[in-house]
């Protein structure tokens, strides 16, 4: 089967994140399996994204391909003009921006305009948890065919950039990893705040933040207020194998976002066998369900949940197994089959000429 992927979203981790990741191993898993995969993405840059998206997605066209599938607003204006298409949503922009402001917040209502048509016009349309599912039914409508493929990772590869990570000396310190973009929803500051509640019940706690992003400036001021000095280090950007390395040496992972329609770390969390530490919300009880949880926006639950996970490490053993054992469900190439079922099925729908009503029961894949 050819099919062409569409996505403006940068395809570096770096400014990508876990869209990147996501669309990336979706992509090498269906060439492994025998499907042809082609990639459109923006052979024009500009300095405002939005602009630089919607410039990309006027000048597409039909291709060749069995199949199209865009991802997120990408690909809208052929979605319904004949063809297969799917459109699969990565991270429902009509709930990411409402934890944005100003100008930001502006620019995405725009874009979240443009995600509504794509999925109202699409014939088929994915979501990666059931809370974005819910969302993309509440914020766009019920699309006529909606279903689940989840985030996916590549066992063996990470396992193994694992395995090759130096392990640092035992310090008797207790590290707490957190990965990912410093956006709002993020919610690293309740993190930051945590770590500062905990000075001296865990006088041990070294929190460790790999990532950059708007709210970087803003983040290292309150680092600074709060006192928290090498408590708490910002190591920015890092390389899969200096990423590989943070998950091997650290005790905990923890991401207390708010808004999170997978969370690809989770997986990466789950495969290095550590203990994860998140916010009650959105799609991680779904993804993560043996977390220890912490109540939304409140560093003092936070701070609790970590507490209670560094103090006790047979929880901690017993955590670390239960997610070696839920990842595999997520694994790059059990994923990727499910995508080529729907795939062939979105083909079918189109060759017919019809679109059939939505299924229910195409929310309990891999559920």
């Known amino acids: 089967m050819r099919i062409r992927f569409i996505t403006a979203t940068p395809m570096n981790a770096a400014e990508g994140s876990g869209t990147y990741v996501g669309i990336s191993t979706l992509m090498n898993a269906l060439r492994r399996a025998g499907a042809e995969v082609s990639l459109t993405t923006p052979s024009l840059h500009l300095p405002v994204f939005t602009a630089e998206r919607l410039l990309f997605n006027r000048r597409l066209r039909p291709s060749r391909a069995d199949l199209t599938v865009g991802f997120d607003m990408d690909g809208y204006a052929l979605a319904g003009t004949g063809g297969a298409h799917i459109a699969s949503i990565k991270g429902v922009i009509a709930d990411e921006m409402r934890f944005e402001r100003g100008l930001t917040r502006l620019t995405m209502s725009i874009q979240a305009r443009y995600e509504r048509r794509h999925v109202r016009s699409a014939g088929m ?212 089959r499910t995508f080529l079922e729907l795939a062939r099925e979105a083909v079918s729908i189109s060759t017919r000429g019809r679109r059939p009503r939505m299924e229910e029961d195409a929310l309990n894949r891999l559920s």
């Open 125 to 336: 349309v994915l979501a990666t948890s059931r809370y974005s599912a819910g969302k993309i039914a509440d914020l766009y409508g019920k699309p006529e065919r909606l279903a689940l493929t989840p985030e996916l990772i590549d066992l063996d590869v990470w396992e193994k950039a694992i395995g090759a990570a130096p392990a640092r000396p035992a310090s008797g310190e207790f590290t707490v990893l957190s990965v990912g973009r410093f956006f709002p929803r993020k919610r690293t500051s309740v993190l930051l705040e945590a770590a500062a509640a905990l000075r001296h019940r865990l006088p041990g706690l070294r929190v460790r933040l790999v990532g950059d992003g708007p709210e970087g400036v803003r983040l290292r001021a309150l680092h600074e207020r709060l006192g928290l000095g090498d408590r708490a280090v910002f190591l920015g950007h890092l390389g899969q194998a200096a990423v590989a390395a943070e998950y091997r040496n650290c005790d905990l992972f923890c991401h207390p976002s708010v808004q999170e329609g997978f969370g690809i770390v989770f997986l990466e969390a789950m495969a290095a066998r550590k203990p994860i530490v998140a916010a009650r919300a959105a799609a991680a009880p779904e993804v993560v369900p043996h977390a220890r949880f912490a109540e939304p926006d409140s560093a003092e639950s936070l701070a609790a949940a970590i507490e209670t996970v560094a103090t006790d490490s047979g929880l901690r053993a017993r955590m670390a197994a239960q997610g070696a054992q839920i990842v595999r469900q997520y694994e790059a190439a059990a994923v990727a």
